[in-house]
């Protein structure tokens, strides 16, 4: 059983659908999500050469099929996080629990404060982070991945980006947070792992709040 403590009233904000992307209700003010701002603001050439080269049909699948592994991936551990049972026994259900065994036998949590939380900074963003937890005795923020294979640093950058607002957001509105873990399984049942102390953290969420800074002009501009 996951020890489970629940240190804040973490505040649910719905999120839904919009033209412009995933945004979420922030005392009924709608604000763009954290991936929506990320991904409005990337640079894209890395992925836009790759669906040349594929094709527009084969990356659709691709990343279709990406996004299912990974949302099931995430569902198993939410349950297991939450000391509640799910087992998905169909084909398709196998490789993503066997992708969430690798990051529960690798990922040392002791405490679990939140589970998929919603963290707002004030009425300017929203998003949903994994799991707030005690990872090696430090408040964590912990976010999930999965991956065709291992990574190298300069690829999660944007990861990085995400958990920066994130612990903006948790430290504005609960309390403080000392480090953020990146938890990767690949479809090879490999693990990788991204720290960032909380001075990394606090970078990155400066980094952040120029993308936010873009993004608003982007926005204003269309």
Not at 34 to 45: G, Y
Not at 107 to 114: A, S, Y
Not at 171 to 183: D, F, L
Request: aromatic share 12%; charged share 30%; proline share 3%.
């Amino acid at each position: 059983m996951v020890r489970i403590n629940k240190k804040y009233q973490y505040k649910k904000h719905n999120r839904f659908q919009s033209e412009t992307g995933r945004k979420y209700l922030v005392d009924e003010s709608p604000v763009p999500s954290v991936t929506t701002i990320l991904s409005a603001t990337k640079n894209s050439k890395g992925l836009d050469d790759w669906r040349r080269r594929v094709g527009n049909e084969e990356a659709d699948r691709i990343m279709k099929n990406a996004s299912s592994v990974g949302t099931e991936m995430h569902k198993v551990l939410e349950y297991y996080y939450n000391n509640e049972k799910y087992f998905n026994s169909t084909e398709f259900g196998q490789l993503p629990r066997k992708m969430a065994e690798i990051i529960k036998e690798n990922l040392k949590i002791t405490e679990v404060w939140g589970n998929e939380v919603s963290l707002a900074y004030n009425q300017e963003y929203a998003g949903t982070t994994d799991l707030i937890a005690i990872v090696g005795e430090k408040p964590t923020i912990v976010d999930f991945k999965q991956a065709n294979k291992p990574k190298l640093e300069e690829w999660v950058d944007d990861y990085k980006h995400q958990l920066g607002a994130y612990y903006l957001a948790h430290k504005t509105h609960y309390g403080p947070v000392e480090q953020g873990v990146i938890s990767i399984a690949t479809r090879g049942l490999q693990y990788q792992e991204f720290k960032l102390s909380e001075a990394d953290l606090s970078e990155y969420a400066d980094k952040f709040l120029n993308r936010l800074e873009q993004y608003n002009k982007i926005t204003k501009q269309g």
